[in-house]
């Protein structure tokens, strides 16, 4: 009986005690981006600020353009288009939830995807800022320019994928580093891909990654202050192998 008794569901979460630094760590993250985009949204509003460099930076790249980067550049923006990203998010949490044996990573991995839809498009509409001078477009798109799908999306679904890949401990150590140093320079790449293109701003992108890191923050933060009071709860416990 106090065997039993010593042993700890795992269930593929930090301690709590290490999920009151992550949420309040977090929190402070989540603010700071929101506090951003909302700076950048102003800006692009008022027409000032940070948005007196958008046409400068932008006429350089796309003057100083190379048929080899461009063509790395256009595998890296098809990184970011939204069936890729449903894609990747949706391997991601089928392959956490199979491993943990529990439904949370599919309906984070929902709540991630559908969020950062609808917040897009939703300020996307609202703002209608026209994209760049079509002479300096490489790829076909239309729609409004703010804030950057690509550069939310790619922000929300590597965040959050790392994340899942990195609180299940049942994968090996080396495999969360991977999935980070992968994340990052990924969602960076892809952003700088939009605006070397000529499809984006580059007040467009860091509004995006704003946005989409806070979104992602708010759900990171939320599954690591929520899913350690399953331990002990019938759903936990349906986590813990015999």
Known sequence: MPQAESRTPRIGFVPWRAAVVIAVAGSAAVCALAVLFAA??????????????????????????????????RALTDAGNPPVLAAVMAAVAIGTATRTRTLWPIALGAAAYG???LMVVTVKLAVGRPRPPLPEHV??????SFPSGHAAGIAVVALVSAWMVT??????WWIGVTAWATAV???AAVGFSRVY??????????A???????????????????????????????????
Do not use: K, Q
């Not at 790829?139 to 409004?144: N, Q």
């Open 115 to 117: 969020g950062f839809l």
């Open 197 to 206: 293109l000529g499809v984006h701003y580059p007040s467009d992108i860091v």
């Open 40 to 73: 950048i949204l102003d800006n692009v509003l008022d027409g000032d600020g940070v948005t007196v460099w958008d046409r400068p930076v932008s006429s350089w790249l796309a003057a100083h353009r190379e048929p080899g980067v461009t063509s790395v550049m």
């Open 167 to 172: 609180v299940e401990n049942e994968w090996p």
């Open 208 to 242: 995006g990654w704003a946005l989409g890191g806070a979104w992602g923050g708010v759900l990171i933060v939320a599954g690591t202050t929520v899913t350690p009071l399953w331990r002990g709860s019938p759903l936990g416990r349906r986590r813990c192998r015999p």
């Open 139 to 144: 790829v076909a798109i239309d729609g409004s």
């Open 185 to 187: 320079p990924l969602v």
